[in-house]
């Protein structure tokens, strides 16, 4: 079964860049997606198809996807932007969505 | 605006059903595949099913295989969830999700929560 790989956590200075990873076998090959989920509440996309944002996400947030390793990027990070990432691929072999673990982005 | 409301979340005991139901609304629910999503306490996101707009098509993650049973009425605009022989380990809030195309989630719904206890 294919399985995605994300730190536990990540922890980032105001202002500065985060950089969320996500790994998998070749995952280049197949489109990753982002969630954004803060405590309480429910998952919010916020990349798809590897680096499309939804209307309504800041351009701070990017993404990137290549051999084994999608990215998720948060530019100037802000206090707001503390909350749990999840990456999400399609697994065609199985016929199933697969989740990453999650990151817990820290702002310190 | 799209809203999707989830129901039917409660305390069951092992070995016991229950069944969630998905009202949709702000959008053609017919066009679109839907999607049960589940997180159990303090862990992370864990797919569990979908459903093709029609109905056609169903899927399920392994740990539920045999045990629920996603489906929808179109002329109601809901989705539903059967949670049959429930364990302990399928305590989560558990959301519906809407797939604008196929396989990722533009939209979720607030989660009804399913506790599985003696």
């Known amino acids: 079964s294919y399985v995605l790989t994300q730190p536990p956590s990540v922890s980032v200075a105001p202002g500065k860049t985060a950089r969320i990873t996500c790994g998998g076998n070749n995952i280049g090959r197949t489109n990753v997606h982002w969630y954004q989920q803060k405590p309480g509440q429910a998952p919010v996309l916020v990349i798809y198809q590897d680096s499309d944002r939804p209307s309504g996400i800041p351009e701070r947030l990017s993404g990137s996807n290549s051999g084994n390793t999608a990215t998720l990027t948060i530019s100037r990070v802000e206090a707001g932007d503390e909350a749990d990432y999840f990456c999400q691929v399609w697994d065609g072999s199985g016929n199933r969505v697969v989740f990453g673990g999650g990151t817990k982005l820290t702002v310190l | 605006q799209v809203q999707l409301v989830e129901s039917g979340g409660g305390v069951a005991q092992p070995g016991r059903s229950l069944r969630l139901s998905c009202a949709a609304s702000?959008?053609?629910?017919?066009?679109?595949?839907m999607h049960w999503v589940r997180q159990a306490p303090g862990k992370g996101l864990e797919w569990v099913a979908l459903i093709w707009d029609h109905g056609t098509y169903r899927s399920y993650a392994d740990s539920v295989k045999g045990r629920f049973t996603i489906s929808r009425d179109n002329s109601k605009n809901t989705l539903y969830l059967q949670l049959n022989s429930l364990r302990a380990e399928d305590t989560a809030v558990y959301y519906c999700a809407r797939e604008p195309q196929p396989n990722y989630f533009d939209s979720w719904g607030q989660g009804t929560l399913v506790t599985v206890s003696s």
């Open positions: 702000g959008f053609s629910f017919s066009n679109y595949g």
